[in-house]
């Protein structure tokens, strides 16, 4: 279903760009088709995935408690119909309320572009419910008594084997939401709140003191042939990481260093963990490092792990090997982790590698441009305001052409992202390898809103390219009346111009 998301992903974007170079129909017809079709084939695999997640809900239990938190409250468990919903115990009110807040979170996921896995389990839930509530399984009734409601947070909260990490992020969420609800209802339950809220700060310990889940020690137990498995918990001196798909915030440094193991089997780790890095699984990547991969590992077109994460947008992968001491600026065909984010518009991604100490600056050395001036060709705005908000430089122009980012986002039309640059200081007079300023670009192309916004910054009306036009002269060429009247408007003279002939079948100027 990844790779399906993905090639969805890819060729949206793919129609997108067409759009904007202004392509013929017939070049985008087939690749919306393609669009299209791969939208049904997912569309088929998320309900077959809904349908079983739905079939089994009636004997998912729920064992033992994640990592220990709730530890004591774990043992003797009832069983729960879906993950993250305790259905039985659920009013038919609360089940539609509970659905409607996963259709947004769904919505809102996707929109932010959160880890699949995470929103896997949010669409999981919301099938589950859904079905149910076609069923008739929930009873009519007002809300729970807030003691009900605590009981069914205490099922909720007890997760068991098979929790990704993403899962457990989403249940200290919920468990945040029923305190919230707890305190503001009539009359509030102390005791109920007590309970939820210490399930609350257990699971939020949990998530800050180590990426795993109770399975964990099993498959590291497969993974190294049995010995030195830890019991899935953060023992003394092991590193702590946190993967949470949240808004990223400067890490820390790993607290201690990996295993000793030979450089054979680092190696084989390494392939291994390059191979998860790929799929996306955060957790099996975090396994392998401290079980001693190597975190630099290449293998295609001499990629790293950190480099497919970023070209994939795998948040959680590259918040994982950012934290254990990825190389950020290992380049694959010239292109660093974060050019490849930007490129890509992986917004979060972009943000984990700048606040891991990747440079806005770097320069890819095959196309040789920098991360921003890749961000200002595409137009993405919120690419933009985080490089520039790094300390992108805004004047590095591309050697071939004399190009910077403004020049570049003025000749492909992108407002927002002219307005942006401009603001944050680019040089308005900058000069391409012909001797074009950017009011010489904008002049070539019928977009008076840029031509606005240039001569708003002071642009030279009267700035002459290498073979001596002006912009008044370019926009009479190309034929642009409008262009030709917003210039004469702000002061250019006509009179004794090189194209005056022009001008005057343009406009009947006299």
């Known amino acids: 279903m990844e790779e399906l998301t993905l090639k969805k992903a890819e060729l949206k974007a793919q129609i997108r760009r067409l759009k904007e170079e202004g392509a013929e129909p017939e070049r985008i017809a087939p690749v919306f088709e393609e669009y299209k079709a791969v939208s049904a084939a997912l569309k088929e695999k998320e309900a077959a995935a809904g349908a079983a997640a739905a079939a089994a809900a009636a004997t998912v239990a729920a064992p033992s408690a994640i990592g220990g938190a709730a530890a004591g409250a774990a043992s003797g468990a009832a069983a729960t119909p879906a993950r993250g919903a305790d259905q039985g115990a659920m009013s038919r009110e609360d089940a539609e309320a509970r659905k409607s807040f996963l259709k947004g979170e769904i919505k809102r996921g996707k929109a932010e572009g959160w880890d699949p896995a995470r929103v896997k389990v949010l669409y999981d839930e919301y099938v589950a419910l859904k079905s149910g509530l076609e069923s008739g399984q929930f009873e009519a009734g007002g809300s729970r008594p807030a003691g009900e409601a605590a009981a069914g947070t205490a099922a909720v909260l007890r997760a068991g084997p098979g929790f990704t990490l993403d899962e457990v992020v989403m249940l200290k969420d919920e468990a945040k939401r029923r305190v919230k609800d707890i305190k503001t209802s009539a009359p509030s339950d102390t005791e109920a709140l007590r309970e939820v809220y210490e399930l609350y700060t257990a699971l939020k310990a949990d998530i800050e003191a180590y990426p795993q889940i109770s399975d964990a020690a099993g498959r590291m137990k497969a993974l190294m042939g049995g010995k030195g498995a830890n019991d899935g918990r953060a023992s003394a001196g092991t590193r702590k990481v946190a993967v949470a798909p949240e808004a990223p915030t400067p890490m820390a440094?790993?607290?201690?260093?990996?295993?000793?193991?030979?450089?054979?089997?680092?190696?084989?780790?390494?392939?291994?963990?390059?191979?998860?890095?790929?799929?996306?699984?955060?957790?099996?990547?975090?396994?392998?490092?401290?079980?001693?991969?190597?975190?630099?590992?290449?293998?295609?077109?001499?990629?790293?792990?950190?480099?497919?994460?970023?070209?994939?947008?795998?948040?959680?992968?590259?918040?994982?090997?950012?934290?254990?001491?990825?190389?950020?600026?290992?380049?694959?065909?010239?292109?660093?982790?974060?050019?490849?984010?930007?490129?890509?518009?992986?917004?979060?991604?972009?943000?984990?590698?700048?606040?891991?100490?990747?440079?806005?600056?770097?320069?890819?050395?095959?196309?040789?441009?920098?991360?921003?001036?890749?961000?200002?060709?595409?137009?993405?705005?919120?690419?933009?305001?985080?490089?520039?908000?790094?300390g992108a430089d805004v004047h590095v122009a591309k050697p071939q052409g004399g190009i910077t980012p403004l020049s570049i986002a003025v000749e492909r039309g992108k407002l927002k992202c002219v307005e942006q640059l401009i603001a944050a200081g680019a040089d308005v007079e900058a000069r391409d390898a012909d001797g074009f300023t950017c009011l010489c670009v904008a002049s070539q192309h019928q977009n008076l809103a840029i031509v606005d916004a240039l001569i708003g910054a002071g642009a030279d009306l009267n700035a002459t390219t290498a073979s001596g036009d002006a912009p008044i002269d370019i926009a009479a060429t190309c034929g642009f009346a409008h262009t030709v009247d917003r210039l004469i408007d702000a002061g250019v003279p006509f009179r004794n111009n090189k194209n005056v002939q022009e001008l005057d079948r343009l406009r009947d100027l006299q």
Do not use: F
């Not at 795998?314 to 010239?334: M, P, W």
């Open 253 to 390: 440094a790993p607290t201690t260093t990996q295993p000793a193991v030979s450089a054979g089997e680092a190696a084989r780790l390494g392939e291994q963990m390059w191979a998860a890095a790929k799929k996306g699984d955060a957790i099996l990547v975090q396994e392998l490092i401290e079980a001693g991969a190597e975190v630099n590992t290449t293998m295609e077109n001499g990629a790293s792990g950190l480099v497919v994460a970023a070209l994939r947008g795998h948040y959680g992968v590259a918040k994982v090997l950012t934290a254990a001491g990825a190389d950020v600026e290992a380049q694959a065909q010239g292109a660093s982790p974060l050019y490849c984010a930007v490129q890509n518009g992986h917004v979060e991604v972009a943000k984990v590698l700048l606040n891991g100490g990747a440079s806005p600056n770097s320069v890819n050395t095959t196309a040789a441009v920098t991360p921003l001036w890749m961000a200002a060709y595409m137009g993405d705005t919120e690419m933009v305001k985080i490089l520039l908000d790094a």
